[in-house]
């Protein structure tokens, strides 16, 4: 399974089919909502002579890590609800969304049916695109840079704030951390706050309200996600104005943004070197930056090593002979695990293609959840956060590039 892994664009498609089974077979992916509207917009960007945007979207969608991925809640979701009361954890878990509570014997259970966007890469891999997918895509880069920058320059000035005194980078961060954390003037800072983060002016009474009542904390105790997502931003806006980061690089404002994710990960790997100078700057200390160029090779020595096995195991699929990264040699992967699961070599790896590991038993337990009808609001009695049991629907490629993800001789409909 493997340490949580945030990942951008880049990263994913500067591997090969191969790499990439191992990139999903090693790690647990978050998948960002900016990876699948950057992926998305590539139907409407130029590309490489001899190939359609439909045939980019779909080389992209092959790579997609189907079997230890899930995507992430959208970090203005999260900010509205933490805002509104309800916290967001953030200690390295991903955000899920759309649940179904259920009740087997007596037994709780949440229920992630197959998310939206899982379902889009399959049909991108086979060039099927929706027309509101194309709308979507010639309109996405106007909404995520859909940011009142003058106003927000105002606002720095009332706040004294003059960016062309920061030098560095770690100084925008600093200032930013202060802005946030500041209780001088504490209306004025909410508001730049609801404004950074685009907040709907709908639930502004509502949220000021609830934070009156609690007698105007900051937000780096009120809300500490939010207080996280208006820190990226500020520091952005500070090093745009200190010329730490080029504003003649649109694409720079997307790349920003993954940074909001961040708490939703234990490792992020990027191929971008705006995320490389930016991203160590906002990393909890149980968190890794891994520069994309070198994981990808990672990738490529440990497929290199597996493509050895003889055909006869390696028909078997990756999860019976890998479950656990190479404990003999020099390989990136393993070093990885040693650093997150310090203990990882001393557990027994189980062989899950041996006769006789029962597993039917727990197939048909999880069969049950999943096929369980969903409680109504009056019938759930128990923590949906905390609940006994949790199956998540995934789509599995039989093959994937080299590699049988699943066995052989295993039966798909």
């Given at each position: 399974?493997?340490?949580i892994?945030l990942?951008?664009?880049?990263?994913?498609?500067?591997?090969?089919i191969?790499?990439s089974?191992?990139?999903?077979?090693?790690?647990i992916?978050?998948?960002?909502?900016?990876f699948?509207v950057?992926t998305?917009?590539?139907?409407?960007?130029s590309?490489?002579?001899?190939?359609?945007?439909?045939?980019?979207?779909g080389?992209i969608?092959?790579?997609f890590?189907?079997?230890?991925?899930?995507?992430?809640?959208q970090?203005?979701t999260?900010?509205?609800?933490?805002?509104?009361?309800?916290?967001?954890?953030?200690?390295?878990?991903i955000?899920?969304?759309?649940?179904?509570p259920?009740k087997?014997e007596?037994?709780?259970?949440i229920?992630?049916?197959?998310?939206?966007?899982?379902e889009?890469?399959?049909?991108?891999?086979?060039?099927?695109?929706l027309?509101i997918?194309?709308l979507?895509a010639?309109?996405?880069?106007?909404?995520?840079?859909?940011?009142?920058?003058?106003?927000?320059?105002d606002?720095?000035?009332?706040?004294g704030?003059?960016g062309?005194?920061?030098?560095t980078l770690?100084?925008?961060?600093a200032l930013?951390?202060?802005i946030?954390?500041s209780?001088?003037?504490?209306?004025e800072?909410?508001?730049l706050?609801?404004?950074?983060l685009n907040?709907?002016?709908?639930y502004?009474?509502?949220i000021l309200?609830?934070w009156?009542?609690?007698?105007?904390?900051?937000?780096t105790?009120?809300a500490?996600y939010?207080a996280?997502v208006y820190?990226?931003e500020?520091?952005?806006?500070?090093a745009?104005?200190a010329?730490l980061i080029?504003?003649?690089?649109?694409s720079?404002?997307v790349d920003?943004?993954y940074?909001?994710?961040?708490?939703?990960?234990?490792?992020?790997?990027?191929?971008?070197k705006l995320?490389r100078?930016?991203?160590p700057?906002?990393?909890?200390?149980?968190?890794?930056?891994?520069?994309?160029?070198?994981?990808?090779?990672g990738l490529?020595?440990?497929?290199?090593h597996y493509?050895?096995?003889?055909?006869?195991?390696?028909?078997?699929?990756?999860?019976s002979?890998?479950?656990?990264?190479?404990?003999?040699?020099d390989?990136?992967?393993?070093?990885?695990?040693?650093k997150?699961?310090?203990?990882?070599?001393e557990?027994?790896?189980v062989?899950?293609s041996?006769?006789n590991?029962?597993?039917?038993?727990l197939v048909?337990?999880?069969k049950?959840?999943?096929?369980?009808?969903t409680?109504?609001?009056?019938?759930?009695?128990?923590?949906?956060s905390n609940?006994?049991?949790?199956?998540l629907?995934?789509s599995?490629?039989?093959t994937?590039?080299?590699?049988?993800?699943?066995?052989?001789?295993?039966?798909?409909?």
């Amino acid at each position: 399974m493997g340490p949580i892994t945030l990942f951008d664009k880049s990263f994913l498609q500067s591997l090969s089919i191969d790499e990439s089974v191992w990139f999903d077979h090693f790690f647990i992916t978050n998948i960002c909502p900016l990876f699948y509207v950057e992926t998305l917009a590539d139907l409407k960007k130029s590309v490489r002579n001899g190939r359609t945007q439909e045939q980019e979207v779909g080389i992209i969608a092959d790579k997609f890590p189907d079997m230890h991925s899930s995507p992430n809640v959208q970090h203005i979701t999260a900010c509205i609800n933490e805002l509104l009361g309800y916290p967001v954890p953030m200690t390295g878990q991903i955000l899920l969304a759309g649940g179904r509570p259920v009740k087997v014997e007596g037994q709780s259970g949440i229920v992630f049916d197959k998310s939206p966007e899982a379902e889009a890469f399959s049909r991108w891999q086979k060039n099927e695109f929706l027309e509101i997918e194309r709308l979507y895509a010639h309109g996405w880069r106007e909404m995520v840079t859909n940011l009142k920058l003058n106003e927000m320059g105002d606002h720095f000035k009332k706040l004294g704030i003059d960016g062309k005194t920061c030098k560095t980078l770690e100084q925008a961060k600093a200032l930013a951390d202060q802005i946030v954390a500041s209780t001088e003037t504490p209306f004025e800072r909410m508001y730049l706050a609801l404004l950074f983060l685009n907040i709907d002016q709908k639930y502004h009474q509502e949220i000021l309200h609830r934070w009156s009542i609690m007698n105007y904390p900051p937000l780096t105790r009120y809300a500490p996600y939010v207080a996280h997502v208006y820190t990226v931003e500020l520091f952005f806006q500070i090093a745009l104005a200190a010329n730490l980061i080029s504003s003649e690089r649109p694409s720079n404002r997307v790349d920003i943004g993954y940074l909001f994710y961040l708490p939703f990960s234990t490792i992020f790997v990027s191929s971008d070197k705006l995320h490389r100078k930016c991203a160590p700057l906002f990393l909890r200390e149980d968190q890794q930056y891994i520069w994309g160029p070198e994981l990808k090779n990672g990738l490529r020595n440990i497929n290199e090593h597996y493509l050895a096995y003889p055909e006869e195991k390696k028909e078997k699929g990756v999860m019976s002979f890998a479950g656990n990264p190479p404990t003999e040699g020099d390989f990136l992967i393993s070093e990885i695990w040693d650093k997150h699961f310090p203990n990882w070599r001393e557990k027994k790896e189980v062989d899950l293609s041996d006769k006789n590991v029962k597993n039917n038993e727990l197939v048909e337990h999880l069969k049950k959840f999943t096929d369980a009808p969903t409680l109504s609001q009056n019938e759930v009695d128990f923590d949906p956060s905390n609940a006994e049991s949790m199956s998540l629907q995934r789509s599995v490629r039989k093959t994937k590039g080299s590699w049988f993800q699943l066995p052989k001789d295993l039966k798909t409909n």
